[in-house]
């Protein structure tokens, strides 16, 4: 069963369109994670949050912007897509605990042509 | 800085056959967790096992273990009775206990697509 939402699965837009990737947990988890995974690669972190009101900018750079107004959610947002944007959007979450793994959502699929 | 290394892109392995995926890491933190995870062609990141680092026996879930050597800073993943569903790319992780600027972030490392053959 899946505790992390991720919508759409899906998304192919032209060039140029405002887009916001939808992430929502219902484990009440503090922690969330947005990572970034071309096809047979590896995850790149892109944006993190310890909690509400409270974002970090990762590893890779992102031209995406993150809010964490709620708990539960944290979506991402693209002001202009651009076909270098291309990708897989993982979100995932967790507890405090040192040894809780991370929970990701199924993943958005983002074509941008 | 963290490093995570799997030198194999790919694996072959026949049913009901044990295989091991290698992945070495690379960390001045003296606590850390290292975690397996698992991705199907569908695109989904499942969580396989977890070792803290002084944990003193290796980890053991099921049909995957990981043999955990500290001083070599390896932690490679066993697989016993491989079966038809174990195809998937199968990614290593680590992440320094939570403290600092690291905050518990996971980092990957590149992944070893894992095939099960008839």
Redesign the interface.
Known sequence: EADIYQTPRYLVIGTGKKITLECSQTMGHD?M?WYQQDP????H?IH?S?GVNST?K?DLSSESTVSRIRTEHFPLTLESARPSHTS?Y?C?S?D?R??S???????T?LTVT | AQKITQTQPGMFVQEKEAVTLDCTYDTSDPSY?L?W?KQPS??????LI?Q?SYDQQNATEGRYSLNFQKARKSANLVISASQLGDSA?Y?CAMRP??RGST????Y????T?LTVWP
């Open positions: 922690k994670y047979g690669m590896e995850l972190l993190y310890y970090e990762g897989q993982l995932a967790r405090l040192s040894n793994p991370l929970h990701f959502g199924n993943g699929r | 967790g975690f995870y569908s695109g989904e990141m499942i969580f977890y803290g790319m990614f206990d939570d905050l518990g972030r996971l990957f490392g590149r992944g697509q």
